[in-house]
Structures are given as structure tokens and as C-alpha cells.
């Protein structure tokens, strides 16, 4: 059997990915803050909601695209920001670019990819979005802003959630390392996972962070993860993003927003859009879940902004979820690392086009035609009402 007929669904991608990659790596993806409880209530706050089909509308033909921030989406996904995609897959980033360019979802690069975000243009990926953090080192934040301009990037993502990094416990079980190094016992173990080991073997010794290495300047990537990690800065504000939205015309979204009172701020500072998210619980265990936030954030954003989810998404039925609830698109974190670990870029395109189908039968049996009709009537417990 196939890996494509293996994977049916999301879950059965993880476990392949799973059953693909040494455990600290595939921990590192899967992982998230202290208990994990966030991580968990991300995908479980969707069992709180009902749809209520209504198939009598006739919804033969239906149109999954959505648009925003000037571009027109096949699908209403957008590939999040996640770090070392490099790792997981020789050129991770650049492949997974293609796999959302070709299926008609966006891709947001991360900071800390392994390639460089120039690289990452090179691919033709469109739309696509850079990810940057408000660092102590001021003028490192304008120098990537400038590069992500240069390069022709479609928006700047700024992600506020991440001002001091979250204890990440599986990391600490596993000893994981940038770049890995394992114990005799997972070298062992390693055995089982040859064929990651095969396609990486001349990729590890070049793991970077591509976007904080100098031209002509060959920097240890340990030393470069110590420098981003003491690059954070606690005392971010608002000040900050004026700062940022003074310096670029490019879309400025705001990512790691849980909080109504945030989302009024965040408008009122220059905002172009906002990602309701928790860093995929990877940061305060215990945090609401994107899930419960969204629907007071959409009631205050009131139409003024484009309002995306982030954290939890497995299924097609969710993506339908989040937006009755007034989500305009869904962003994904995990899932992609789980499809390129599988098959690189096919195993992304896989992974979109499961959404795909799923949103598709979703709203077909719930007699919707198009996006822009997907609403709270959708839902038999809304909001509000017991």
C-alpha cells in the first residue's frame, strides 16, 4: 500500500510522519508547552460546536475560494509560519512553497526557516507572507523587513507570542539539539528510521538558520540559536508596531492576537489583518484556546480586518467551524511538517488537497455553494444560546 492510500486523513499523515522521523525530531513538531494542555484543548474546542446541515439549499456546485489582503485563494488555507521545515525534508521550505502555490492556498515563511527567505522567493510562491519578531536588536528587525520587501513578499507577519520561549518538555526529555545529536541509544533507534537518515545525511551538516547568517560569514548554528534566543524582547509594545508599520506599505498582519482588546489595538495601530493564535500551545500552557477566543475577537473586529485562526486544524469540518464563527481563512502549523516528513512536497499537496475534499463534502452537505455564505447558521450552539 501506498503512502497516499495510507494517508486518508490528517491524523494517519502525523502517523506516518511519526513512524518516518527520529523521535526528538518528530517530537519537536508534535511538542508543545509544560502539560500540553493548550495543545490539546486547540483541537478539542472544535467538538464544542454542531453544524446543522441544511440540504434542501442545493449546493451541486460549490467555490472554496476566498479573498483577502488583495489575493484570491483556491482553498481558504494559509500555510503557517513554522521553523526548520529544513529539517524535516531536504528544502522543506522551498517545497512546501510549491505544494500551497500549486493547490491555491498562501504560505507564510518562517524567521527561522533553513533557507534563506531570498531562496524561498526564488521558488515563485504566491502569495507569500514573511514572518518577523520585534527583537531587542531593532535594526535586525528592519534589516528582515527590508529584505522581505525586496524579495517581493505579499505581507509581513508579526508574531507578538513569542517574547520568551515557552518550556518545551519533550525537547528537554529528548535533548534536542539544533542541530540534532543523538544518544547511543537513539542512534539505535535510528536504525528504524534510515530512510530519514539517507535523504539527510548531507543536509544536517548544512542545518541553518538561513535568514540570520552573514554573506560570506559561515556562522555556528548553535551560536545562532543562542543569539535569536537572546535576541527576544519582554518588553514589546505598541509603540513597537507603530514603529514597524511606519517602515513598510506591505500588509502588516498580526499574529498571536487572543484577546478582544488586543484586536481593537492592533487596528488601531496600522493592522492589515490579525491571526487569532496561541503559537500552537507551544508557548503559555494554559492559555485559551484559539478556538474559545475567536468569537469575541470577530465580534469586535466587526468586519474591519480579515480575523485568521491558527491551532488545532485537522479537519475540513474545522476549517467550516472556524469560519461560521468568522474566521476568514485558516492557518497550518503542524499538519504541513507532518506532510512534507511523508513525501516532501507531494506530501503537502496531499495534505491541502484532504482539506480540500473535506471542506468541499462539508459544505456540500450542508447545502453551501460558496464561502461568503458560511455563517452562524451554521451552527446549532452558537455563541451565546445555551
Not at 325 to 344: H, I, K
Not at 348 to 369: F, N, P, Q, S, W
Amino acid at each position: 500500500m501506498t503512502w497516499r492510500k495510507k494517508a486518508y486523513n490528517v491524523e494517519t499523515l502525523r502517523q506516518l510522519a511519526k513512524a518516518e522521523l527520529p523521535r526528538p525530531i518528530f517530537d519537536f513538531a508534535d511538542g508543545g508547552a509544560e502539560d500540553e494542555r493548550t495543545l490539546r484543548r486547540n483541537e478539542n474546542a472544535f467538538d464544542d460546536y454542531w453544524l446543522v446541515p441544511r440540504p434542501m439549499n442545493g449546493a451541486a456546485d460549490r467555490d472554496l475560494s476566498v479573498e483577502f489582503l488583495g489575493h484570491r485563494y483556491s482553498i481558504p488555507l494559509v500555510i503557517g509560519p513554522t521553523g526548520l521545515s529544513g529539517l524535516f525534508w531536504p528544502d522543506g521550505e522551498c517545497a512546501t512553497a510549491r505544494a500551497a502555490t500549486a493547490v491555491g492556498a498562501g504560505f507564510c515563511l518562517s524567521h527561522g526557516s533553513v533557507c534563506t527567505l531570498e531562496a524561498l522567493a526564488d521558488t515563485k510562491a504566491h502569495p507569500r507572507w514573511m514572518q518577523v519578531f520585534l527583537y531587542r536588536d531593532r535594526p535586525f528587525t528592519k534589516e528582515l523587513i527590508r529584505r522581505a520587501e525586496a524579495a517581493n513578499y505579499d505581507g509581513i507577519v508579526l508574531t507578538i507570542d513569542n517574547q520568551l520561549l515557552g518550556k518545551r518538555e519533550r525537547d528537554l526529555a529528548n535533548g534536542f539539539t539544533i542541530p540534532p545529536e543523538f544518544s547511543l541509544v537513539q542512534s539505535v533507534a535510528m536504525l528504524a528510521k534510515i530512510k530519514w537518515w539517507w535523504r539527510m545525511r548531507s543536509e544536517l551538516r548544512r542545518i541553518t538558520f538561513g535568514n540570520y547568517v552573514r554573506p560570506g560569514k559561515k556562522e555556528d548554528i548553535k551560536k545562532l540559536a543562542s543569539r535569536m534566543a537572546e535576541l527576544l524582547d519582554p518588553a514589546l509594545s505598541w509603540k513597537d508596531v507603530d514603529w514597524i508599520r511606519s517602515m513598510t506599505s506591505k500588509p502588516l498582519i498580526i499574529k498571536g492576537i487572543l484577546s478582544a482588546n488586543e484586536a481593537e489595538a492592533a487596528i488601531h495601530h496600522g493592522a492589515d489583518a490579525i491571526v487569532v493564535s496561541n503559537h500552537g500551545g507551544r508557548q503559555l500552557d494554559g492559555a485559551v484556546s484559539s478556538l474559545d477566543a475567536l468569537p469575541g475577537i470577530v465580534r469586535q473586529v466587526d468586519g474591519r480586518i480579515p480575523v485568521l485562526l491558527d491551532g488545532g486544524v485537522r479537519r475540513g469540518t474545522d476549517v467550516v467551524i472556524a469560519l461560521a464563527l468568522g474566521a476568514t481563512a485558516c492557518l497550518l502549523g503542524r499538519p504541513q511538517l507532518w506532510g512534507v516528513s511523508v513525501a516532501g512536497e507531494a506530501g503537502v499537496r496531499h495534505l491541502l488537497e484532504i482539506y480540500a475534499k473535506e471542506i468541499d463534502t462539508a459544505m456540500g452537505l450542508c447545502g453551501v455553494g460558496k464561502i461568503a455564505d458560511i455563517d452562524l447558521s451554521l451552527l446549532a450552539n452558537r455563541p451565546g444560546n445555551s
